[in-house]
């Protein structure tokens, strides 16, 4: 049977590659993004989607994006609330405080707008699947990238929650903790903290890959796999979890 996925995030990376995965396993996929290019790209790859520009931040945008949604298809099965934000790189002392407020109202006031829809289509049919995306810096702590570890432990918090209250009802609550993931958002995090502190991106690169007790980065598949794993029936009594797909991190130090 057909599932009605929704994934904030969608025009890119893990985001764009979660949509995909679920629409070749023939569920029907509607997605957000704040950027309007990617938007209109998956629109011209993916005309089958339901894909609209919407700031996770913004009330205004994700209640019509999501009001849009709703009014398609009645329910939902599987909500990602996957947007997220690197944010900035630098000691605490250093940082500003609109870049601090700008990575936390992604990486958590987002998902709060996005679950708080999702839950009340969920607890109405009494089923489905919330699926956040926290990171392994929502496991440790992450030097000199203190507001986005801050939001990803924030998502934890908000996991376990959100499992207690809609599991009386059927609903499952999980995240999926990715480690350092191959692709451009990466590449982005190297160069922010390679200019925060001096120190080359291909050294701060060997220094993450040495975190790892499998010695490599995860790819955005590895992630769907999960995904896919989580929404299946065979995860029918998985809730409230945390899933790392990072090859067993050690250290965030780099």
Avoid at 19 to 34: M, P
Avoid at 116 to 125: D, G, P
Avoid at 145 to 153: I, L, M, N, Q
Avoid at 193 to 201: D, K, L, N
């Amino acid at each position: 049977m057909s599932r009605r996925v929704l994934i904030t995030g969608g025009g890119s990376g893990i985001g764009l590659t979660l949509a995909r995965r679920f629409a070749n396993e023939g569920d029907r996929v509607a997605l957000c993004d704040a950027n309007a290019e990617a938007i209109a790209q998956v629109r011209a790859d993916h005309p089958e989607f339901i894909a609209q520009q919407a700031d996770v931040t913004n009330e205004a945008q994700m209640d019509a994006f999501l009001g849009a949604v709703e009014a398609e298809w009645g329910g939902m099965d599987v909500c990602c609330a996957n947007a997220g934000t690197g944010g900035p790189a630098g000691r605490i002392e250093d940082l500003a405080y609109d870049d601090w407020k700008a990575c936390v109202g992604v990486n958590l006031f987002g998902v709060f707008l996005t679950c708080r829809w999702a839950a009340r289509l969920m607890r109405a049919q009494q089923s489905g699947l919330i699926l956040l995306t926290s990171s392994t810096a929502g496991l440790f702590g992450y030097p000199l990238r203190s507001p986005y570890a801050a939001s990803k432990w924030g998502i934890v918090g908000l996991t376990k929650t959100l499992a207690g209250e809609l599991g009386p009802v059927g609903v499952r609550v999980n995240a999926i903790a990715p480690g350092s993931v191959e692709g451009d958002r990466m590449e982005r995090v190297l160069a922010n903290e390679s200019a925060a502190t001096g120190t080359p991106v291909e050294e701060l690169r060997q220094a993450y890959v040495k975190g790892v007790s499998m010695k490599a980065w995860v790819n955005a598949d590895d992630l769907a796999d999960m995904a896919l794993f989580l929404a299946s029936p065979a995860a029918s009594k998985i809730s409230g979890q945390i899933m790392a797909v990072d090859g067993h991190t050690e250290s965030l130090v780099p």
